[in-house]
């Protein structure tokens, strides 16, 4: 089942945040009678220059996260040895990305950045007609978008 959503900025917007929900890891098939754990409302940024989700250290804290182990990431300012942690992430069109592995990376606006892991997951589209921005996106992805046909 397709779940579209469409957000219009009214401005040309020079990032993509929206608002999602993180909670610990969860997974209802392999944990039946265990209540899905509460959910923190976040300020996400979409990234399509991120390979991988991060969410920041003051989230990972106030979920009680435990890290799963270091990997290196690559970002603007080089390299760092970061903590991975497994989350679940709720979309501002109410699907839920369960289980996602995540890396700790320090933001200063937002708690989540979401990356091409979850982005490549959907059909997402950018438009600026007008000079205002609109972001769309469907999981899962349901259609080729081509500007040339």
């Known amino acids: 089942m397709s779940h579209p959503l469409t957000i219009e900025f009214g401005v040309r917007a020079l990032e993509i945040a929206t608002e999602v929900k993180v909670s610990t890891a969860y997974d209802a098939a392999r944990m039946?009678?265990?209540?899905?754990?509460?959910?923190?409302p976040c300020t996400a940024v979409w990234d399509t220059g991120a390979m991988s989700s991060v969410i920041t250290p003051a989230l990972a804290a106030k979920l009680g996260l435990h890290s799963l182990g270091i990997v290196k990431m690559q970002h603007a300012n080089g390299?760092?040895?970061?903590?991975?942690?497994?989350?679940?992430?709720?979309?501002?069109?109410?699907?839920?990305?369960?289980?996602?592995l995540v890396m700790e990376g320090a933001m200063t606006d937002a708690d989540v950045l979401i990356g091409m892991d979850i982005i490549t997951l959907c059909d997402f589209a950018i438009t600026n007609k007008g000079g205002k921005t609109t972001f769309s996106f469907d999981i899962p992805s349901t259609r080729k978008t081509d500007y040339q046909a």
């Open 32 to 40: 039946p009678g265990v209540s899905h754990p509460a959910y923190e």
């Open 79 to 100: 390299e760092s040895l970061v903590n991975t942690y497994m989350i679940n992430l709720l979309l501002p069109n109410k699907m839920e990305v369960s289980t996602l």
